[in-house]
């Protein structure tokens, strides 16, 4: 069982839309959790870090809420835009463990016209 | 600043042949490490260095070997390819190995083994 689940698998929404991407995980104790976007072809990049004390992170459109106490995060994305499309992946470090980064298999989003 | 950098960007091998993916950061991190992304499942660490001359084995090394000879440059080396080798390969660069340093990502290499 994988320690990072992320639902839905994908998600298709149209521009200008918000949208809401889950993230349980069994990893504990736990230093940080991370978003990272994902474009087709390319390599993961970083929208949030939050610590295991923080509720909210937002990067623009992009808020990154956590509950400890249940080990969830969600990515609400905000006004959606054609450019929004990608993978994105959630990331759980445990303390101390800067190279033990368990990553979730992501959300697949699509934003259409 | 080009940052993270990987060649080639696809690759076709034969089972049993052998190559180097190459992977070379300009920010003077000094931990690198290489990642393989296979569908359905999430990023896996396969090797990773924390300095020039250090190496040290992540979750999936098998078949695959690493050195670190500069601070800037971090090869992986595919010794007789197999099938279940074919996957996606990232390389990642950040300052430390501290709980809170950004990794950064390279572009990938999508590489297939017949």
């Known amino acids: 069982k994988n320690q990072v689940e992320q639902s839905p698998q994908s998600l298709i929404i149209l521009e200008g839309k918000n949208c809401t991407l889950q993230?349980?995980?069994?990893?504990?104790?736990?230093?940080?959790l991370r978003w990272y976007k994902q474009d087709t072809g390319r390599g993961p990049v970083s929208l949030t870090i939050m610590t295991f004390s923080e509720n909210t992170k937002s990067n623009g459109r992009y808020t990154a809420t956590l509950d400890a106490d249940t080990k969830q995060s969600s990515l609400h994305i905000t006004a959606s835009q054609l450019s929004d499309s990608a993978s994105y992946i959630c990331v759980v470090l445990p303390p101390g463990g800067g190279n033990k980064l368990t990553f979730g298999t992501g959300t697949q989003l699509k934003v259409e016209l | 600043n080009a940052g993270v950098t990987q060649t080639p960007k696809f690759q076709v091998l034969k089972t049993g042949q052998s190559m180097t993916l190459q992977c070379a950061q300009d920010m003077n991190h000094e931990y690198m490490s290489w990642y393989r992304q296979d569908p359905g499942m999430g990023l896996r660490l396969i090797h990773y260095s924390v300095g020039a001359g250090i190496t040290d084995q992540g979750e999936v090394p098998n078949g695959y070997n690493v050195s670190r000879s500069t601070t800037e440059d971090f090869p992986l080396r595919l010794l007789s390819a197999a099938p279940s080798q074919t996957s996606v390969y990232f390389c990642?660069?950040?300052w430390g190995l501290g709980s809170y340093n950004e990794q950064f990502f390279g572009p990938g290499t999508r590489l297939t083994v017949l």
């Open positions: 990642a660069s950040s």
């Open positions: 993230c349980n995980y069994t990893v504990s104790p736990f230093s940080n």
